[in-house]
C-alpha cells in the first residue's frame, strides 16, 4: 500500500518533534496521541473565553454558537450548559491562540507536530476549521453521540494526506463521557458516503414457537444539524476509545473513520480542535455530482441564513462551497496563497 504523502511526505526519519516511530505510527494508523501537549494554564485561558462566549461576550461575527437539538427544543436554559460546541473561532484572539500554540512548556507543540505530519519545517499552514466542544450529559435521547464519519466528507479540498485535525481533551475524557472512538487503519481507504444517521437505539426480544430471535428497533434517535455519519457502516469493525487526561492532544487523518459516544456523566465534557490544511499543496476542488453534494448545499444554506441575519440582500448572495471556508482560513506558519 502506497505511503501517506505520494512521496513528498517522508516517513523513515526523525521530524522536528516527532521521532521516526511516532511518524511512522500515524502513517500506519492514521491518529497519534501526544500526551501532556497542551499545558494546563492555556486551557483554562480557552475555558474562561468559553464562558465569556456563552454570556455574549464579544463574539465574533463570523462564529458560531451551537446548542444540542435536545436543549434546544426544551425549556429555555441560560449560560454554558446551554451551548454544546463554538465553532469558527478563527477571529477570536484568545481560542485562535490554540491554533497556533508554539509554548515553550512542552516539547510537543501543536503547530510543530502539525508540520511533522503534512508537511516541512517551512510549509505554509493554514488553520480552516475550528471547534471548541461542550459535549453535555445526555439527554436520554443520545443526541449527545456523533455518528462514526469521516472528516473529509465536510472539506473541499485535497490532497487528504496534506490535512491533519488536532483535538485536545481539555479535562479528563474517558468512555462515560464520552471520549473519541477511532478505527486504526481506516485513513488508507477511501471517502465513504455519509448521511443522517438512523439510529439503533435497542434491541427487542421476540420468541416465535418457542425459538427466541434478536430484532433491532431502527427507531430514529435524536441527531444534530450536520452531523452525518457513513452509510451503512459496520459496527463490528475494531474501534479504539481514545481516552485521555487534560492537554492530551491526538492528530489524526480526513479519512480515518472516527466518533465519539454518549455522555453518560452529570458534567460536561470539554475538548478544542482545529483542522490544518498545507496552503503549499492543497487546493480546492468541486464537489457537484459527488457523495458531499448535498451536505455542501446544507452547508451553503446556513451560511446564507448567517448572512441574512447581517443584513444582506438575499438576491446579493452569491456563494459557492470554496467560499464558505475561504472566510475561515487563517495563517499559523508561513503565509496564505492558495485556500
Known amino acids: 500500500m502506497t505511503a501517506l504523502g ?49 454570556q455574549g461576550k464579544q463574539v465574533p461575527p463570523n462564529m458560531t454558537v451551537m446548542r444540542d437539538v435536545a436543549i434546544a427544543k426544551s425549556e429555555f436554559i441560560s449560560g454554558e450548559k446551554a451551548i454544546t460546541k463554538v465553532q469558527d473561532f478563527q477571529d477570536d484572539p484568545v481560542l485562535f491562540d490554540y491554533c497556533q500554540y508554539k509554548g515553550v512548556s ?41 455518528p462514526m464519519h469521516q472528516d473529509l466528507h465536510y472539506f473541499p479540498f485535497r490532497p487528504a494526506d496534506f490535512i491533519c485535525c488536532a483535538w485536545t481533551a481539555m479535562e479528563r475524557i474517558n468512555r462515560a463521557n464520552g471520549c473519541l472512538v477511532v478505527v486504526p487503519g481506516t485513513h488508507k481507504g477511501t471517502l465513504l458516503p455519509h448521511e443522517y444517521p438512523k439510529w439503533e437505539i435497542g434491541l427487542k426480544k421476540s420468541f416465535n414457537r418457542g425459538v427466541e430471535t434478536i430484532g433491532v428497533l431502527l427507531l430514529q434517535g435524536g441527531v444534530n444539524k450536520a452531523y452525518h455519519g457513513i452509510q451503512d457502516y459496520d459496527p463490528s469493525m475494531p474501534r479504539l476509545h481514545v481516552e485521555m487526561e487534560a492537554g492530551d492532544t491526538v492528530f489524526f487523518h480526513p479519512i480515518l473513520i472516527h466518533g465519539s459516544g454518549a455522555n453518560r456523566t452529570e458534567g460536561f465534557r470539554k475538548a478544542i480542535s482545529c483542522h490544518y490544511a498545507n496552503d503549499d499543496l492543497c487546493r480546492y476542488i468541486d464537489v457537484r455530482n459527488s457523495s458531499q453534494e448535498e451536505m455542501s448545499k446544507e452547508i451553503i444554506a446556513i451560511a446564507k441564513k448567517r448572512m441574512l441575519k447581517y443584513g444582506a440582500e438575499a438576491d446579493d448572495i452569491q456563494i459557492d462551497f470554496a467560499d464558505v471556508w475561504r472566510v475561515r482560513a487563517r495563517a499559523v506558519n508561513g503565509t496564505r496563497s492558495n485556500l
Not at 491518529?31 to 464562558?51: A, G, H, S, T, W
Not at 499552514?125 to 445526555?138: E, G, R, S, V, Y
Open 6 to 54: 505520494q512521496g513528498v511526505l517522508h516517513w523513515d526519519s526523525d521530524g522536528t518533534v516527532l521521532s521516526q516511530e511516532q511518524k511512522q505510527f500515524y502513517e500506519k494508523n492514521g491518529y497519534l496521541l501526544i500526551r501532556n501537549c497542551v499545558p494546563n494554564y492555556e486551557l483554562e485561558r480557552y475555558k474562561d473565553r468559553f464562558r465569556d462566549i456563552c
Open 106 to 146: 512542552s516539547d510537543f507543540q501543536v503547530v510543530d507536530v502539525v508540520k511533522d505530519l503534512i508537511g516541512t519545517k517551512e510549509s505554509n499552514l493554514l488553520a480552516m476549521h475550528t471547534m471548541l466542544i461542550n459535549k453535555p450529559p445526555d439527554s436520554g435521547k443520545l443526541t449527545s453521540r456523533h
